[in-house]
């Protein structure tokens, strides 16, 4: 387990912060930033989670935070030679974490009508949230697939955060009465 007795170090007053291997980055690096949108994203999750309100479908989201900080701990763990293997000591996203955020999302849907027409994120404050949430969790795989642009990236970790975005808009119809209350989009509505 993790124990932090003290929350400020001082040791990022240069600018830079430290990785899971003891190197340290400028706070600004291409890591630096999916690091922290995955962190965003979280916490984005966090207030859906509260709307949702306790049991159901709030307990899914708790068990994807959760994820997400392994997701965190494996982005902070660089690996130059292309070895994503997870080991006692190093923290990476494995198959079977993709895996459940896959099956999750076909049994969500399989109860929700076909869409026809794009919707606009809102309909229900639960909605709404999710949106708020998936959006987020777009952001931060463009900021993860940024990095892996620049350096070796775990290809799990990159599936994971794909798939979480489908998940929370699959969630986020659920919430909208099933897809009932989405809100759909009227191209060229306003002209």
């Known amino acids: 387990m993790v124990k932090l007795n003290k929350i400020y170090t001082r040791t990022g007053d240069d600018g830079t912060t430290g990785l899971v291997d003891g190197s340290r980055l400028p706070k600004h690096a291409v890591r630096m930033e999916a690091i922290g949108a995955v962190d965003e994203a979280n916490s984005s999750l966090g207030l859906a989670a509260v709307a949702l309100g306790e049991g159901g479908h709030a307990d899914a989201i708790y068990r994807i935070q959760n994820d997400l900080f392994d997701l965190g701990a494996d982005l902070a763990t660089p690996a130059e030679d292309g070895d994503f293997a997870p080991s006692e000591m190093v923290l990476r996203i494995v198959p079977a974490q993709v895996e459940w955020l896959e099956k999750a999302i076909d049994a969500l849907?399989?109860?929700?009508?076909?869409?026809?027409?794009?919707?606009?994120?809102?309909?229900?404050?639960?909605?709404?949230?999710?949106?708020?949430?998936?959006?987020?969790?777009?952001?931060?795989?463009?900021?993860?697939?940024?990095?892996?642009?620049?350096?070796?990236?775990?290809?799990?970790?990159?599936?994971?955060?794909?798939?979480?975005?489908?998940?929370?808009f699959v969630l986020a119809r659920?919430?909208?009465?099933?897809?009932?209350?989405?809100?759909?989009?009227?191209?060229?509505?306003?002209r």
Do not use: C
């Open 109 to 168: 849907n399989e109860n929700l009508e076909p869409l026809t027409s794009f919707v606009l994120p809102g309909g229900s404050e639960q909605a709404a949230r999710l949106h708020v949430a998936r959006a987020s969790a777009r952001r931060a795989e463009r900021a993860m697939t940024a990095m892996a642009d620049a350096e070796p990236t775990n290809p799990q970790a990159l599936a994971y955060i794909n798939r979480l975005s489908d998940y929370l």
């Open 174 to 190: 659920v919430a909208n009465d099933g897809g009932k209350g989405d809100v759909k989009w009227i191209p060229g509505a306003n």
